[in-house]
């Protein structure tokens, strides 16, 4: 998928660097010591780079829907095949 299509690669790595940074703040106050340092968009010279950024954070909430998955603080959204689990608000 591409995000943001027609923004310049400049325009969508700052862009991704907001997202990462949001998910990372809302996951703060689930998750104490989360040491994932985001570059600088000046640092990032392809969107490739963002990568590794993007995976770990995925494994980060990944996790935290686990935790909530075992605490009972999780609903499905699916049916009886297959369902994604979302923490409840």
Known sequence: MKYWKGA???ERIERL???F????AGLAAHIDGIA???PDASE???LA???PFEDAI???VCCWVGCEY???RCYPLGDETAAIWCPVT
Not at 21 to 24: D, S, T
């Open 44 to 46: 990032v010279h392809s």
């Open 21 to 24: 940074a949001a998910i990372l």
């Open 49 to 51: 780079a963002l990568k």
């Open 36 to 38: 994932i340092p985001l």
């Open 58 to 60: 995925d494994a980060l």
């Open 70 to 72: 075992l605490a009972g």
């Open 17 to 19: 660097l907001h997202e």
């Open 8 to 10: 310049s690669i400049d």
